[in-house]
């Protein structure tokens, strides 16, 4: 009972005019820092997470010990619990699922494979399913990966580009979850939206993303490795700050359209989109690194091996051409910006001293 109370205080928005948003994955990165920016602009919130320990859960908890100041309730449960999913789903009517949670990361498959197709895959099936048994259907945002492009070597990447060359099995998930997406979308008119974020970076950050433990080897006097492409080419990404990836976040739901169907019955065509939610200027690894050494004061001692074929890509660079015309996406920082908040937020919590 105080479970129930606690997710109706939470789901319950400003005034009629504002959502009611599910946002799955709230305790991890992107998902703690959407779920705080739709509560301050007045929406009702809540978070499901099953706070699992691929990487440091203290992070997660901090996440949700401060999104619980600003009124975000987070039940711990997982996606897969669709009985969990009904109960929450009787509760409250959603008018939005933010659907963020997913087992990420490339290099993690080759000893679990298996927590992909959990959550990536049985996961988003069980999340469509319960949208699926709502009445109304809450619009679906959620989030896929610049990593269906694989190993394209045609840039920018453009959302008609082809998705058919994974390199890895996480960005093989995302690329099943587009063709599930379609597939909810044709048979029962689900509104689904889905959002191919590039490397996002920024304070509360993942720490299995390079930016962040290369920030914590520089820091202890480790050597950090940076991998190198064929006839020595840099490894590039579009980093793209987390500030950025909450308002593509933000304008994509408030531009989606309600789902069409009803009661699983198929009333008319349902909006499917798939946006690129990018930066649009790559930066090569090597540069990461400078910027860091300078923002931290400490020289890196570097190892620079050949990229292995384990996950990786070479080089990422979104089009965002049609998240700007469709719902006015500008990222607005750059990397030496960003990963200035970055190293300010570290130090900061991680009380480290440069
Ligand atoms: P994250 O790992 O910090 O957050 C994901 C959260 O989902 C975690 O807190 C985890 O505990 C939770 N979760 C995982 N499996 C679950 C399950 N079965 N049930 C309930 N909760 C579960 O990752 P993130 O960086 O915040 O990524 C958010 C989304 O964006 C993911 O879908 C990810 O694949 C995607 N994405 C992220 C990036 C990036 O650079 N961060 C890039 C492309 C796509």
């Not at 509560?39 to 809540?46: A, I, Q």
Request: hydrophobic share 40%; glycine share 8%.
């Amino acid at each position: 009972k105080d479970w129930e109370q606690s997710v109706q205080i939470s789901a319950h928005p400003r005034s009629g005019s504002h959502n009611s948003v599910l946002v799955t994955g709230a305790a991890g990165f992107v998902g703690s820092h959407v779920s705080a920016a739709l509560k301050r602009r007045g929406d009702g919130v809540v978070g499901l997470d099953c706070f699992n320990n691929y990487y440091d859960p203290s992070l997660k908890r901090a996440r949700q010990k401060l999104l619980a100041e600003s009124g975000v309730f987070i039940i711990e449960g997982d996606i897969n619990d669709s009985e969990l999913l009904k109960k929450l789903f009787d509760l409250v009517t959603f008018t939005h699922v933010m659907h963020l949670a997913a087992q990420a990361g490339v290099r993690y498959a080759m000893k679990n494979p298996n927590s992909y197709v959990h959550s990536n895959i049985a996961g988003l099936v069980s999340i469509f399913e319960a949208c699926k048994a709502a009445n109304p259907q809450p619009a679906i945002i959620w989030a896929s990966s610049s990593s269906v492009y694989g190993l394209n070597t045609k840039v920018p990447f453009s959302e008609k580009d082809r998705t058919d060359n994974p390199a890895s099995l996480y960005a093989a998930t995302k690329k099943a979850g587009e063709e599930i997406a379609h597939t909810y979308n044709h048979i029962y008119g689900l509104s689904i939206t889905g959002l191919r974020f590039f490397t996002v970076y920024g304070p509360w950050g993942r720490p299995d993303m390079a930016y962040f433990f290369f920030t914590k080897d520089i820091l202890k006097g480790k050597p950090i490795t940076v991998y190198e492409g064929p006839a020595h080419a840099s490894v590039a990404r579009d980093f793209t700050f987390i500030d950025d990836i909450v308002k593509g976040c933000l304008g994509s739901l408030d531009s989606a359209e309600k789902s069409t169907g009803s009661g699983g019955k198929k009333t008319g065509p349902a909006q499917l989109r798939v946006f690129n939610l990018g930066n649009t200027s790559p930066v090569q690894v090597t540069r990461l690194v400078n910027i860091l050494e300078g923002l931290l004061k400490v020289k890196a001692k570097k190892n620079v091996l050949p990229l292995p074929r384990n996950g990786d890509v070479l080089y990422t660079h979104a089009n965002i051409s049609y998240a700007m015309k469709e719902f006015g996406y500008k990222p607005t920082t750059n990397l030496e910006a960003g990963l200035k908040k970055f190293v300010k937020w570290y130090l900061d919590y991680y009380s480290v001293t440069s």
